[in-house]
């Protein structure tokens, strides 16, 4: 080769090298927040149903998905490795922390958690809560494992990347994205036990889709975003306070809410039948709870409908607030941080309106 041809060789690899580096840059940098759930987890057999959630550390997780690297600079972070039946207050602080502090200081573009099903709308409603950042946040996990034929959750990691690195993504508040589809943190809710299209937003529906990757919004998704949300946490937040659910049913014993009321919390849940109606028995001992200084707040079992205030219960009388469209698990999490932000019932009502 002369040395004339040896230069062009030389100057082409360097610019095809110098190409290739600023496309990476290009790319939007994706935090991958592992918690565990079934989409770190394994069966024995590609057919059977038993297999094991949460044994795949975050590194396996993102192994399984290298095309995920061809959409997004990725980076992982081992939150926790549990079945999501076991999060709990202290993983949604520890998580809340991480986003809030990856968006702060600019080191990630949006963020992926990777969760269990069962309790991923919580985490879902806690951070559309807390986050005090418009940077898309996207939960996303797996019905089946992936040693399991038709494993979902390879294309759920790769859809949900594809939605936290989408402009568009921002300035929706939390979203959930399973099965082809985007949610809501508000009103998407775990509604199937074993099917992979297992969530749904039973008032709204989904607010986009993503196919293969491609991603596309609807008009119902201009919901309102809380990261300005008067209930975001400083970093180092302290303790949530205890509130319990309760859940209604004909012939409920009234004592048993009774004992609950008196175990030192500062609020409850109950979760009524129809438009969150308690007994007679259970309104007295709810209405003197309330007059005694716990905070209560009356949902429903029911699936669809708001709570309304004083149709059948007079909840100005009592002083209870209502729960509005959120989910008994909802209202919960927006109760204990109103709560521990101390503020007064009237604002903690308006709060289930706006949030
Ligand atoms: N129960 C486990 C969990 O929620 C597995 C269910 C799932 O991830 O689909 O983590």
């Not at 709308?121 to 807390?130: D, G, I, R, S, V």
């Not at 979902?152 to 082809?180: F, H, I, P, T, W």
């Amino acid at each position: 080769m002369n040395i004339k041809l040896q230069k062009s060789c030389y100057f082409v690899v360097f610019f095809i090298t110098i190409s290739m580096l600023t496309a990476a840059a290009e790319l939007p940098g994706i935090s991958i927040l592992a918690t565990g759930g079934t989409i770190a987890g394994s069966g024995v057999s590609a057919t059977g149903s038993a297999y094991k959630a949460a044994v795949n550390p975050v590194d396996k997780v993102i192994a399984a998905v290298p095309e995920v690297n061809n959409i997004a600079r990725i980076r992982g972070d081992q939150i926790c490795n549990i079945s999501s039946q076991d999060m709990k207050p202290e993983y949604w602080l520890k998580l809340a922390a991480r986003i809030n502090q990856l968006f702060r200081l600019d080191l990630a573009d949006g963020v992926v958690i990777t969760h269990g099903t069962d309790t991923m709308e919580e985490t879902a409603y806690f951070l559309n809560l807390t986050v005090a950042y418009d940077k898309p946040v996207v939960l996303t996990g797996s019905m089946r494992p992936g040693s399991a034929l038709s494993a979902d959750g390879a294309m759920n990691l790769y859809n949900a990347v594809a939605v936290a690195s989408a402009r568009e993504a921002r300035n929706k508040g939390v979203l959930v994205v399973m099965n082809d589809r985007i949610y809501s943190a508000r009103g998407v809710r775990k509604c199937d036990t074993i099917n992979p299209a297992a969530f749904n937003d039973r008032e709204n529906g989904p607010i986009g889709r993503v196919n293969y990757g491609k991603v596309s919004f609807n008009n119902r998704s201009d919901k309102k975003h809380t990261y300005q949300s008067l209930l975001k946490l400083p970093f180092f937040a302290g303790n949530l306070p205890e509130v319990p659910i309760v859940y209604g049913y004909a012939g409920i014993n009234p004592q048993m809410v009774e004992t609950i009321c008196k175990s030192g919390i500062r609020g409850l849940v109950y979760a009524g039948v129809g438009n969150g109606n308690p007994s007679e028995e259970v309104l007295n001992v709810l209405a003197k709870a309330s007059a005694d200084g716990i905070t209560v707040v009356r949902a429903t079992r029911v699936p669809d409908g708001p709570v309304t205030l004083d149709a059948e219960v007079d909840d100005a009388k009592f002083g209870f607030i209502v729960a509005d469209s959120l989910t008994p698990q909802k209202a919960r999490i927006l109760l204990m941080l109103a709560l521990h932000k101390n503020f007064a019932r009237a604002d903690i009502q308006q709060f289930f309106f706006d949030y």
